[in-house]
């Protein structure tokens, strides 16, 4: 009993760092009022959990990690869902928005596209694609996030990846292979943390 608090409270210590580092409350307000939303790669759910806030939302938050969404059930409310899944294991219902936040840097170059063309497949007609990436402003924050991501994923364990190595790739990257999946861009902004690293790039997009 004391190991599974003990576990829970360190989780919660690496959801209060999250929430520092990723400008969350920013990235909801480009995501619909109302209807049904999946949150891919959800983690602890603290943006889940921030998006289900509004009861008119529907969210469901999916992720590999089976530690992290124990960790996420503990969020209660009746209009948000966690599953351990991976968006490949998602078919037959259709979302209005998926959000994709500080993800697709954990995979390959085809499984980026592999997945965004998932997204595409499960969202409705006019559906919206909120797709959100570590920015590279400079070389020593590009530097800094690679050293604090490589120690998350490959020393401390606390970011779950298949194969334990990095891709990122900058913002023009994106914007190709979007367009080239058939998404149509309606924004692209840079966003800032509370502490003001690692700097953002969000994507808006629909389904053309």
């Given at each position: 009993?004391?190991?599974?608090?003990?576990?829970?409270?360190?989780f919660?210590?690496?959801?209060?760092i999250?929430?520092l580092?990723?400008?969350?409350e920013?990235i909801?307000?480009?995501?619909?009022?109302?209807g049904?939303i999946?949150d891919?790669?959800?983690?602890?759910?603290?943006?889940?959990?921030?998006?289900?806030k509004?009861?008119k939302?529907k969210?469901?938050g999916?992720d590999?990690?089976?530690?992290?969404?124990l960790?996420a059930?503990k969020?209660i409310?009746?209009?948000?869902?966690?599953?351990k899944?991976?968006i490949?294991?998602?078919?037959?219902?259709?979302f209005?928005?998926?959000?994709i936040?500080?993800?697709?840097?954990?995979?390959?170059e085809?499984e980026?596209?592999?997945?965004l063309?998932k997204?595409?497949n499960?969202?409705k007609?006019?559906?919206?694609?909120i797709?959100v990436?570590?920015?590279?402003?400079d070389?020593?924050?590009y530097?800094?996030?690679?050293l604090?991501?490589t120690i998350?994923?490959?020393i401390l364990?606390?970011?779950?990846?298949?194969?334990?190595k990095?891709?990122?790739r900058?913002?023009?990257f994106?914007?190709k292979l979007?367009k080239?999946l058939?998404f149509r861009?309606?924004?692209?902004?840079e966003?800032?943390s509370k502490?003001?690293?690692?700097p953002h790039?969000?994507f808006?997009?629909?389904v053309?």
């Amino acid at each position: 009993m004391f190991q599974i608090r003990w576990v829970y409270n360190i989780f919660k210590v690496f959801e209060f760092i999250r929430s520092l580092l990723c400008p969350f409350e920013q990235i909801e307000k480009y995501v619909p009022e109302r209807g049904n939303i999946l949150d891919v790669g959800s983690g602890h759910g603290t943006f889940s959990f921030l998006l289900s806030k509004n009861s008119k939302r529907k969210v469901l938050g999916i992720d590999p990690s089976p530690k992290k969404i124990l960790s996420a059930k503990k969020k209660i409310f009746p209009n948000l869902k966690f599953k351990k899944k991976y968006i490949h294991d998602l078919n037959g219902k259709k979302f209005d928005c998926i959000t994709i936040i500080d993800v697709l840097y954990l995979l390959p170059e085809n499984e980026k596209s592999s997945l965004l063309k998932k997204a595409k497949n499960l969202l409705k007609k006019g559906g919206y694609l909120i797709l959100v990436i570590n920015g590279r402003k400079d070389l020593i924050s590009y530097k800094l996030l690679n050293l604090e991501e490589t120690i998350m994923v490959k020393i401390l364990k606390k970011t779950y990846s298949d194969n334990k190595k990095l891709y990122f790739r900058d913002n023009l990257f994106y914007k190709k292979l979007l367009k080239k999946l058939g998404f149509r861009i309606l924004l692209q902004k840079e966003l800032t943390s509370k502490l003001g690293y690692p700097p953002h790039i969000l994507f808006l997009a629909k389904v053309t």
